[in-house]
Structures are given as structure tokens and as C-alpha cells.
């Protein structure tokens, strides 16, 4: 899921309800989008939501 933080959005406050509302846990959101300080994600940034029980390390694949 992609999704796209709204204008009026105060970093943390904002990963923690978007994990509630797609049942997906904070530390998952922060990782899928390589997000150094969770406070300053900025109003208009897209983010990655990765699928809830799933680590973005999960959908890798490895080839031989």
C-alpha cells in the first residue's frame, strides 16, 4: 500500500495511527520507508505501508 502523509500530519503521531489503521506495528512502516527520525516525516512525503504481519526483509527472495 502507498500512501501519502496529509498536510495537517505531526510525524510519530502520524505512523502510530496509520499502523493501527492498517494493522501493520510502527517499527515495520519505519523500516519499509528507511525512516531515520519517525518526527520528521513531512506533510505530502508517500510512504510504503507493508501488508500487516509481514517485515519488508519478508518479501525479498533470494537467487541462487
Not at 28 to 51: S, T, Y
Amino acid at each position: 500500500i502507498l500512501i501519502k502523509v496529509p498536510d495537517h500530519s505531526h510525524g510519530g503521531e502520524f505512523l502510530i495511527q496509520i499502523a493501527a489503521r492498517y494493522g501493520v506495528d510502527v517499527q515495520a512502516i519505519i523500516d519499509a520507508n528507511q525512516i531515520l527520525d519517525p518526527n520528521l516525516v513531512e506533510p505530502g512525503q508517500r510512504l510504503v505501508i507493508p501488508a500487516a504481519g509481514q517485515s519488508p526483509t519478508a518479501t525479498a527472495t533470494a537467487t541462487p
